[in-house]
């Protein structure tokens, strides 16, 4: 008689998702962070303006909604390590965090890129808008092996990205601009 087979269940370990911020479009290459962070604080202000001579009941100024500012936030000292491997810092990660912050090649926007923040599900749509990094150990031979990293952020409009510098004024009364040659006379009167 054949004995019976056992069978081990075993539960699988659920998978570490990393925070990333993903290039809009592939424009530039994708941020991995090395380890999530402990805390992501956002931050949003609301304008609202007042009039110095026009006041209420209680003499406060009258205030009126101007309009909201975009999400900001900055991913704080963020550890980049290679230590273990004693390739550069740099090259490994830093390189590509600093791609950023500089215009994407190739593009006639000349604009850095936009991101979608990603950690399990999609954040927004944001632009990093300042980078602070520190190299903080080095091997014999001077290679960085360790960075500290903060990342600020602003929020953008997924349905109306940042282009380039030029105007995103197409309307009917919109004017090109005329050029007055040396050539070019005024129209005499009459």
Known sequence: ?????????QK????????KLVAHNGEAPTIELMFNPTDISFTRTVKWESQQGNRG??????VNFSGVEPYKFTLKQLLYDTYETKESVMTKYI????KGVETIKGSPDK???VYKLTWGTEYF??????????????LTD????????????????????????TSASKGPD???NQKVGKTDKPKSQK
């Open 1 to 9: 008689m054949a004995s019976p087979a056992i069978i081990v269940i």
């Open 12 to 19: 699988s370990q659920p998978q570490l998702e990393k925070a």
């Open 57 to 62: 009941t209680e003499l406060l100024p009258k």
């Open 95 to 98: 390189d590509n965090i600093k």
């Open 111 to 113: 604009r850095p890129p």
């Open 125 to 138: 749509y944001c632009v990093i808008t300042s980078l602070t990094y520190t190299l903080n150990m080095f």
């Open 142 to 165: 001077g290679t960085p092996v360790r960075a500290m990293v903060d990342i600020s952020l602003q929020e953008v409009d997924k349905n109306n990205l940042p282009k380039g510098k």
């Open 174 to 176: 919109r004017q090109p």
